[in-house]
């Protein structure tokens, strides 16, 4: 683990969350029939992040440094994922959403960890189905359907 960047990173959050509590405080402190106002959630937020940001530079400072060890970097598996979300990108209008998620979550469920088929097949599946479904039909959103070419609506 890189400790200057765990510092750094706890230091940048430690000012989000500190802008998000100074920020917080220019909400209305209250609501109409409503005990709590809206600037109790920002700021509980905002403390949260800065708090755990906090934590993340005081165990910067306490860990000792292992030793570093060389990481070989596979970029065949970089390159297969890549390549395929580039396709996920570029057809998911005339493939539809659901299809084209299914296919990549495959792909990179696959190239991540071979083997397990039926896992990756049953977890890319639920996982397309069910953002599609709380999107368009909980939430009323908008996302490219199955292609008409299929025939289903």
Known sequence: MNKTFDRYAGIVFFAIGTAFVIGSRTISTSAYGSNVGAN????????FLAL???????????????????????????????????????????????????LFLLIGFQTMQRGKIWISLLIAAAFSFGVY????????????????????S
Request: charged residues 20%; positive net charge; hydrophobic residues 50%.
């Open 40 to 47: 109790i959630f920002p700021m509980i937020l905002g403390s």
């Open 52 to 102: 755990m940001s906090l934590r993340l530079v005081y165990e910067s400072f306490r860990r000792q440094q292992a030793e570093r060890k060389k990481v070989k970097l596979d970029y065949a598996r970089f390159g297969i994922i890549f390549a395929a979300a580039v396709l996920y990108a570029y057809f998911l209008e005339d493939v539809g959403f659901v299809i084209s998620t299914f």
């Open 133 to 152: 479904y709380l999107y368009v039909d909980v939430l009323d959103g908008s996302l490219p359907g199955f292609p008409a070419w299929l025939g289903i």
